[in-house]
């Protein structure tokens, strides 16, 4: 059974960091594209990023570029999401989610499977 499970979420201050992991079974993880959206209150869902199933590919929204930094560990199926000066407009539901193919040259098409979704807050 394919699972996708988020964990890292919080509260954080502007400013601040957080890393979510999200632990993938159920499928040849190296095999796929991997990676994150988001969702905030009142907003459409938007593609953050995503990574190859080498790792050796990423893809960053533009609100993201520079602040954020996607990495995976395929000897332990997991792929990460450091975020950094973190602002009040990162606050949203972020899903950890499986593309369909290796690699995920558009972040908002070609998803497959998702996670149920963890909550982070940016907020003094």
């Known amino acids: 059974q394919l699972q996708l499970v988020e964990s890292g979420g919080g509260l954080?201050?502007?400013g601040g960091s957080l890393r979510?992991?999200?632990a993938a079974s159920g499928f040849p993880f190296s095999y796929y594209g991997v990676g994150w959206f988001r969702q905030?209150?009142?907003k459409e869902r938007e593609g953050?990023?995503?990574i190859s199933g080498s790792g050796g590919l990423t893809n960053y929204a533009d609100s993201v570029k520079g602040r954020f930094t996607i990495s995976r560990d395929n000897?332990?199926?997991t792929v990460y999401l450091q975020m950094n000066n973190l602002k009040a407009e990162d606050t949203a539901v972020y899903y950890c989610v499986k593309w369909a193919t290796y690699t995920c040259p558009v972040l908002n098409t070609g998803?497959?499977?998702w996670g149920k979704g963890i909550q982070v807050?940016?907020?003094a």
Do not use: D, F, H, Q
Request: hydrophobic fraction near 30%.
């Open 48 to 50: 953050v990023s995503c």
């Open 40 to 42: 905030a209150p009142g």
């Open 121 to 123: 807050t940016v907020s």
């Open 20 to 22: 979510l992991s999200c």
């Open 12 to 14: 954080v201050r502007p």
């Open 75 to 77: 000897a332990k199926n």
């Open 111 to 113: 998803t497959e499977y």
